[in-house]
């Protein structure tokens, strides 16, 4: 009888084994190199080629973690010399080295320029992810908090369900709340009002023009001993007409430059309470988004994953309670920025594979401008939340403003 189609084996699955070595394979164990702590660390052990090359790195690398960024970067910048154009992905690794240790420095504009070079380059989201992670610590030297939250709203759109982004995003915008204050305005800015300072002749202005209430006179014109009365008194009657004109003038002036002023006052107070409102809205709304991340991932960790989770909640709560919403508020932010939050999309997140595509694809994925980013994340949480401005407001002590 014939077997069963799908039931035939080939003799060699009944051969004997071959012996194995005691490194594990067939033949004689391969000699892998052994190398001594911070091998590295002497240019004379680095060899050549591949393997001297990754010694320069590393010497770069060490130098860097030193924190002896002038020896760093003299190590990154001889290592790109020698490195093959073929070698994209460690040419990438050096450079950013090189931006680092110039931001350290305080370099920031040669360091901006090679992180520019590097995005122009990018070919995947990795490397578009390196750099914005480079350009936002390059900014953040500078102290310069607007490029930092386009850093970050980019880093979003790349990665919007990572809660580590989002919490550095309210953490930017609570940077520019604090730096938001009432503006004043001082009225030497505004209009150079005048002060008056009458004296018995004349009188100064706070501008430094000073206005003379003595008549003038003629160089024919001689004062002597039989001046009359009557002109005396005219002479008086000039000066004092003088006077009250200029003071009437200078009465009005004032009142309309005050008018003026509270207005502008007003005007900019209103502005910067808006401005402020709208900014808080974005930092809380950030923070919870943040929270709801890291509850949801929090199930699958442990160790020091699972306590930097905890510990980035804690501060979170922290964050939020500072600013002062009421709780209505609260439970709003939570549902529009968890609407979006499924497992499995948190699934893709953290095992999705890296998107190969060109530069200008690339670009695409972040989102063009600031705004967009707003509107999109934010702006159906500040339209709900239209509905507790009173509410919003007396919380944290300021008067309801119209947006």
Known sequence: MEPLLGWQFEDSLFAPSRERGPGGGAGPPCGAKHCEPRWFRSEADGGEGAWGLTASKFRADWA????????????????????????????????????????????????????????????????LTTVLNLQFAIYQGLENVEEKITCLQQLICLHPFNPWYWKLLAEAYMSLLQSLSPLVIPETNLNQSEEVSVSDSSFKTSAGREINLQPHRSDGQKEGPWSSLATETKRENAVTCSSSQAVKEFLCTSEELE??????????????????????????GSLIRARLLLQLTQLQQSSFALENNIKGQKEIDDKVARLGFNENSL????????????????????QGEVKCIGPSALSSLVTASATEFEIKWFGNLQDDLCHFDRQFYSDIGLPPSVT
């Open 64 to 127: 860097y973690r030193q924190q002896e960024f002038e020896k760093a970067l003299h190590e990154y910048s001889n290592c790109l010399l020698v490195l093959p154009p073929s070698n994209i992905a460690m040419r990438r690794d050096v450079q950013e080295g090189q931006a680092r240790c110039l931001c350290r420095l305080g370099r920031h504009k040669e360091a901006l320029d090679i992180a520019e070079k590097l995005r122009n380059g990018a070919t995947n989201t990795d490397h």
């Open 331 to 350: 439970l709003l932010m939570t549902k529009v920025m968890g609407q979006d939050l499924i497992p499995e999309k948190l699934k893709e997140e953290y």
């Open 259 to 284: 008018r003026m002023d509270k207005g502008k006052r007003a005007a900019s107070e209103s502005w910067e309470q808006n401005k402020s409102k709208r900014v808080g809205i974005k930092a809380c």
